[in-house]
């Protein structure tokens, strides 16, 4: 008898939250409370109700540490505090090493919607010294500046809520179809 991977169910409701946020970015670069908090708590509840004590540490761990990995690029205005609530909803669904998975693809995810953006709209040269100007804070310990921050009005934004609602559902496929 052959056996279908079980797929876990606060899985799905990743997939789900992370849809609705993707949309919700994609249309008005925003990820609302509602969403992320309502994401979080059902997550919180979902893996408690279906693995007991094991799934609630599960749930606060996977949230807590979607939150303090993007927490400092959220300081610094690199990050929106929409993208980073939903990272810690997927963490309450997902748990902490499915999340730290997520994470690394959606960062790559994102370097490739960056990269399309900025080719597109003949921003590369710019883009590049503005990496460069980064790179060069950082090992002088200081911020870059609110001109390569969120702030600018001038940036380039990249909708990071798509990036990660993408990387979810690319996770939860790949668990379901036994690739994970």
Not at 62 to 74: T, W
Not at 122 to 148: C, D, Q, S, W, Y
Request: proline share 5%; aromatic share 6%; charged share 10%.
């Amino acid at each position: 008898m052959i056996h279908a991977p079980s797929l876990n169910p606060t899985w799905i409701l990743a997939a789900v939250v992370a849809a609705i946020a993707a949309i919700t970015d994609w249309r008005s670069r925003r990820i609302p409370n509602w969403l992320t908090v309502s994401g979080a708590a059902a997550g919180i509840a979902a893996n408690t109700i279906f693995y007991r004590s094991s799934g609630l540490k599960a749930a606060l761990l996977g949230m807590g540490l979607g939150l303090a990995l993007l927490l400092p690029f959220v300081l610094i205005r690199s990050l929106g505090a929409g993208d980073w609530k939903l990272a810690g909803a997927l963490g309450a669904c997902l748990g902490p090493r499915p999340l730290i998975d997520v994470l690394i693809a959606a960062i790559l995810v994102a370097g490739v919607m960056a990269l399309a953006v900025v080719i597109h709209t003949g921003r590369l040269k710019k883009t590049l010294l503005n990496i460069a100007h980064i790179v060069g804070t950082l090992f002088t310990l200081r911020l870059p500046g609110a001109e390569v921050s969120l702030d600018n009005p001038q940036s380039t934004k990249i909708p990071f809520g798509v990036a990660l609602a993408l990387a979810t559902i690319l996770y939860v496929v790949a668990a379901s179809l036994g690739k994970i």
